[in-house]
């Protein structure tokens, strides 16, 4: 785990569990497994956001918007998850962990749901980059969503 991973885990939920499995551990676990999916679904967010190079107030505004709507985050948490999710993401050398974490734990229409968001993300500038559609096309096949579900973006 990278330490400003580590670090963030031990302010939001304390130091990992002492112990032989007392009774909190559960809570603990729950709530860091809770973390880390947050973590990657921002990860991927934040590719998105980067993949034109023009990552702007824009986009930032829409991430936090989106964790502390969908994640139940309050503003400073939702920031400091995106500061954590992209030291992450830039020491990364791919979008797939992030993908793979996601596609484990989550089911389908929770993954369906963050690929909307990601299309939501990618129109937040009013324009839609060669390389973000892509880069969306190939999150979505790593989180094993059917080819072709967001092709467009939807409008309504």
């Given amino acids: ?19 032989n499995g007392g009774e909190g551990d559960g809570a603990v676990s ?22 034109d190079e023009g990552f702007g107030s824009l986009e930032r505004e829409h991430i936090e918007a989106v964790l502390r709507r969908h994640f139940d985050l ?23 962990p992030f993908a793979a974490l996601i596609r484990e734990r989550w089911d389908q229409g929770q993954r369906t749901l963050l690929a909307e968001i990601m299309w939501g993300l990618i129109v937040a500038d009013g324009e839609i980059a060669r390389h973000e559609a ?5 999150i979505t096949s790593l989180l094993d969503l059917e080819p072709g579900y967001l092709s467009e973006p939807r409008r309504g």
């Fill in 1 to 19: 785990m990278s330490e400003p991973i580590r670090s963030f885990f031990e302010r939001r939920i304390g130091p990992g569990p002492a112990g």
């Fill in 134 to 138: 892509h880069l969306l096309g190939r």
């Fill in 30 to 51: 729950d709530e860091l497994s809770r973390t880390r999916l947050h973590l990657a679904a921002c990860a991927l967010l934040l590719e998105l956001a980067h993949a």
């Fill in 74 to 96: 309050d503003a400073g948490t939702a920031r400091e998850v995106i500061e954590v999710a992209d030291a992450d993401r830039r020491a990364a050398n791919d979008v797939h």
